[in-house]
Structure formats: C-alpha cells, structure tokens
C-alpha cells in the first residue's frame, strides 16, 4: 500500500505560499519563515510530509515539491539543471563546462554529471537524489560571459556563454570529455563563435596555458583573424604546455603557441567526422 498524501493545516499553507511564490525547490529556512515556526518544528512537520511523498529532499535542509499529477509517486528529483542551480543558494554560479557545451549543442555525448561553477562553492560534490553534481570553484572576478537558460515552464538557470564555455573547457579539460571534445564542439559551432569574445575571454581569465590552446583551437578550426592571434601571442611566454593536460604529455612541440601537442590533428579530425 502507498502512503495517502494527506496535508495538515500547516502543510497546506506551506504549499500554497510556495506555489503561489513559484518556488518549487526550498530550505527548512524557506519555511520556518513562511509559517513563522521555529526551525526544529519545521524540520519535524517536513519529515512528515517526506514520508506521505508530498515533498523529496534533495539534500540535508533543502527540498522540492512533489508534483500532483505524479499521482501516488513518492519521490521526485526534479529538473537537474534547475536543481543544480537552486542547490546553489546566493552564492554567483553559473553551469559549466561538460554541462555547458551539451546546452549549446556542441557536444553529441550525453552528460550524466551536472557540472556547476560557484563562488565558494558548498561543497565539491553533491548527490541529489541520484543526480550527481559536481561544483567548480571559482573568484568573484571569474564570473563572465554568463547568460540565461530557460526550462520548462518558465524556470531559468544561468550558464556560461559559447565562448565562456570553451574558455572553462579549455583551461579544465576533463570537465568535458578532453580537449577533443572541445575541438569536436567549437568545430560543430564555428560559425557563430565570436573569436574576438572568445580571445578577450582568454587573456581576462589570464591562464596562460589557456591563451595558448585558444590560440591552437583558432588554427584547428579555421577561425578567426590575424588579429585575433597576434592580440593572443602578446599574452605568451616562454613555457610550454600540453594541449591536453589529462593526457600523457608527449608529442611534437608547437613554437608559435607554445604548446605540446600531445593529440595529432588526425586524431581531432577523426573525431569530427564521427
């Protein structure tokens, strides 16, 4: 037998400010001040209403409504960007990486880790309710080039732009898959990439080993002007990087961007045409 979802008077009322409020996913916080109840009740009457499939949490303290027309359905994770974004509370946060290139379809992978960058991040990692969320830290300063995703039935989240996207891939390769995954997806957009957004990005993010790939990905790709290159190679100096650091680093060396080219362009090629 499955638990009636039955609501007691202070449960009701807490669901109706909160639909009424738009506010799907909320803290015990939320609603110790909705209903002007000490925290320790709240916590106590959300337990409750836990178990009887009402609502499902997410993580210690936060939750999110049960939908009604899931019937007699207990549990439910809601949209995990959407999610992803809330677990952030008012800390500046935007998605990223992986999670970013599959927003702008420039990946064809799919992606079963929500990848999110935050200042001061509550923690590394998070699972809600099988979602894994894993949480990049980042400077106040850091956060550019940051745009609006909309979902579903007027829910947004933020997300970095297409040239903040490869700029974070591109400075942390394993978020997204590796370099070539990089490559693959600004080769799938490259038509409507700003290279000189994108180069403007790179030398404020000030990374050197990203200025470097930046300027790679601009031959690889075929994009870009001159300008856009010599304005990359003022930013350069004398050490070498991989292309691709989570990669064994080997390979021929690259002078103009003082790279090392640990993945042939046979290898990047090969990739875009799959």
Request: aromatic share 6%; glycine share 10%; charged share 25%.
């Amino acid at each position: 037998m499955r638990t009636a979802k039955t609501l007691g008077n202070q449960t009701a009322k807490l669901i109706t400010r909160l639909q009424d409020a738009r506010q799907t996913i909320f803290t015990v916080e939320d609603a110790a001040r909705i209903l002007a109840t000490p925290r320790n009740l709240v916590s106590n009457l959300l337990g409750k209403a836990e178990q009887r499939g009402v609502v499902t949490r997410l993580r210690r303290g936060t939750y999110t409504l049960v939908p009604y027309e899931l019937g007699s359905e207990t549990v439910y994770a809601g949209d995990p960007l959407f999610v992803a974004s809330k677990l952030m509370g008012r800390r500046q946060h935007f998605l990223s990486h992986g999670t970013a290139l599959a927003i702008h379809g420039m990946t064809t992978q799919p992606r079963l880790v929500v990848t999110i960058s935050a200042v001061n991040p509550p923690a590394r990692k998070i699972n809600a309710q099988g979602t894994e969320i894993k949480v990049v830290g980042v400077r106040a300063e850091q956060v550019f080039g940051v745009t609006t995703h909309w979902i579903g039935d007027g829910d947004k989240v933020p997300v970095s732009d297409r040239e903040r996207t490869i700029i974070d891939c591109l400075q942390r390769p394993e978020l997204c898959g590796g370099y070539i995954e990089v490559d693959a997806g600004a080769w799938m957009v490259r038509d409507r990439i700003d290279t000189a957004k994108l180069v403007d990005y790179a030398i404020s993010l000030g990374v050197g080993a990203v200025v470097r790939r930046v300027g790679h990905l601009l031959d690889s790709c075929r994009i870009g002007t001159e300008a856009d290159r010599k304005k990359l190679g003022g930013h350069l100096t004398n050490t070498y990087d991989p292309l691709d650091p989570s990669m064994p680093v080997q390979g021929r060396y690259d002078a103009r961007w003082r790279l090392r080219l640990n993945i042939g362009q046979d290898e990047i090629e090969a990739v875009r045409n799959t």
